[in-house]
């Protein structure tokens, strides 16, 4: 099993719409969770991060399932601007150290 | 701040031949991480480092070394490179967030 899966999309809404992207991490021990976006040839850069609670920025609302290891980002009011592939990412300890695991990606396309 | 840099910004390299890729931070940072990033694969870490005069091994180190000599840059190299090196590299530095580097689009013929 992947330790950090993503539907890559991608995903074609008009603007104004509500998408919802999901993620599943197989790490139950992992503890820090996180969005990413990544525009076309750029790097990523950090959208949010998601608390155990659930976190809103904006637009943008971040869960988080521990139990379900799933975390999911949802968009309202789509703009153009949110056109750029989301990266969902999990820490992982590796020989002690923390260090980050990212998933595929999911692509967004938002349409006039 | 310039947060995190990267130079060269691209490069063609024949194989076999050797290159040095930079990364620099202005955050104070203790951790610096290279990663490599190619279609259908998302980013995969290649080394990392806890703080200056330490490294270690990522997912996929085989083929490259770094040094982490001063606290603010972390040096990545390819000794010998091969076509399979062809892909854009990422640097990042974190205290919990990683913050990356616009990257090196890095071509092996």
């Known amino acids: 099993r992947k330790e950090v899966e993503q539907d890559p999309g991608p995903f074609n809404v008009p603007e104004g719409a509500t998408v919802a992207f999901n993620c599943t991490y197989s790490?139950?021990?992992?503890?820090?969770f996180f969005w990413y976006r990544q525009d076309c040839r750029k790097e990523p850069k950090l959208l949010m991060s998601?608390?155990?609670s659930g976190n809103e920025d904006g637009r943008f609302t971040a869960q988080l399932n521990r139990a379900s290891q799933y975390i999911s980002l949802l968009i309202r009011d789509s703009k153009l601007s949110d056109s750029a592939t989301y990266l969902c990412?999990?820490?992982?300890?590796?020989?002690?150290?923390?260090?980050?695991?990212f998933g595929k990606g999911t692509m967004l396309l938002v349409s006039p | 701040n310039a947060g995190v840099t990267q130079t060269p910004k691209f490069r063609v390299l024949k194989t076999g031949q050797s290159m040095t890729l930079l990364c620099a931070q202005d955050?104070?940072?203790?951790?610096m991480y290279w990663y490599r990033q190619d279609p259908g694969m998302g980013l995969r870490l290649i080394h990392y480092?806890?703080?200056?005069?330490?490294?270690a091994k990522g997912e996929v180190p085989d083929g490259y070394n770094v040094s982490r000599l001063k606290k603010q840059n972390f040096l990545l190299g390819l000794e010998s490179a091969a076509p399979s090196q062809t892909s854009v590299y990422f640097c990042?530095?974190?205290?919990?967030?990683?913050?990356f580097g616009p990257g090196t689009r890095l071509t092996v013929t």
């Open positions: 990042a530095s974190s205290s919990y967030e990683q913050y």
């Open positions: 790490n139950s021990a992992s503890q820090s």
């Open positions: 998601v608390y155990s």
């Open positions: 990412v999990v820490n992982t300890e590796i020989s002690g150290y923390s260090t980050l695991t």
């Open positions: 955050m104070n940072h203790e951790y």
């Open positions: 480092s806890v703080g200056e005069g330490t490294t």
